[in-house]
T-cell receptor, first 109, second 119 residues
Framework: GQQLNQSPQSMFIQEGEDVSMNCTSS?????WLWYKQDPGEGPVLLIA?????ELTSNGRLTAQFGITRKDSFLNISASIPSDVGIYFC?????????FGQGTELSVKP | GAVVSQHPSWVICKSGTSVKIECRSL??????MFWYRQFPKQSLMLMAT?????????EQGVEKDKFLINHASLTLSTLTVTSAHPEDSSFYIC???????????????FGPGTRLLVL
């Protein structure tokens, strides 16, 4: 089925480094959502974007809704060990959520 | 706000038994609830969409007689895995939404998940 293309699939970084991941689609989305999933837990909503060009921050996290409405990125600044987890982008389509494949983030203290 | 709970958080059962998982929206009324299944290191796979008071809509390949969904109220949906077998072992996650709302804004809030192990 339709899926968002999320990259990179995994990242191994040093504590304190900045992180950037992105999501692209061949079709337009009117909403972009970024979730984080810790091991054994459900996804937690980090940032919701509703307008093309919108740039939204949540603490050390910043996400942007691409102007073409076909992409979005998520940045994490000054990473810390608790940032470890899987990050998913998602967009609603036909009453359902379409998910990216996820970016697994590992942070080395 | 927008808290979704699931119960139980984990369950171990014998093959052939049925298991019921509850999903509740604690501080909002959910027009729609969703049930997902997730395998290790993979994204979430939608199983079915559930609206209060109506029959669930199942995704292709999901057996509706195997995975019974009841959406009794605007705050409660249940998933029953009937005659569970080892291949049904997985992580089941529900989510809830209030619907598109203004300007088409639509957000799903997820429960913490239920780990099912069928022996």
């Amino acid at each position: 089925g339709q899926q968002l293309n999320q990259s990179p699939q995994s990242m191994f970084i040093q504590e304190g480094e900045d992180v950037s991941m992105n999501c692209t689609s061949s079709s337009i989305f009117n909403t972009w959502l970024w979730y984080k999933q810790d091991p054994g837990e459900g996804p937690v909503l980090l940032i919701a974007l509703y307008k093309a060009g919108e740039l939204t921050s949540n603490g050390r996290l910043t996400a942007q809704f691409g102007i073409t409405r076909k992409d979005s990125f998520l940045n994490i600044s000054a990473s810390i060990p608790s940032d470890v987890g899987i990050y998913f982008c998602a967009g609603p389509r036909g009453g359902k959520l379409i998910f990216g494949q996820g970016t697994e983030l590992s942070v080395k203290p | 706000g927008a808290v979704v709970s699931q119960h139980p958080s984990w369950v171990i059962c014998k093959s052939g038994t049925s298991v019921k998982i509850e999903c509740r929206s604690l501080d909002f009324q959910a027009t729609t609830m969703f049930w997902y299944r997730q395998f290790p290191k993979q994204s979430l796979m939608l199983m079915a969409t559930s609206n209060e008071g109506s029959k669930a809509t199942y995704e292709q390949g999901v057996e509706k007689d195997k995975f019974l969904i009841n959406h009794a109220s605007l705050t409660l949906s249940t998933l029953t895995v009937t005659s569970a077998h080892p291949e049904d072992s997985s992580f089941y996650i529900c989510s809830a939404t209030t619907g598109p709302g203004l300007a088409g804004q639509e957000t799903q809030y997820f429960g913490p998940g239920t780990r099912l192990l069928v022996l």
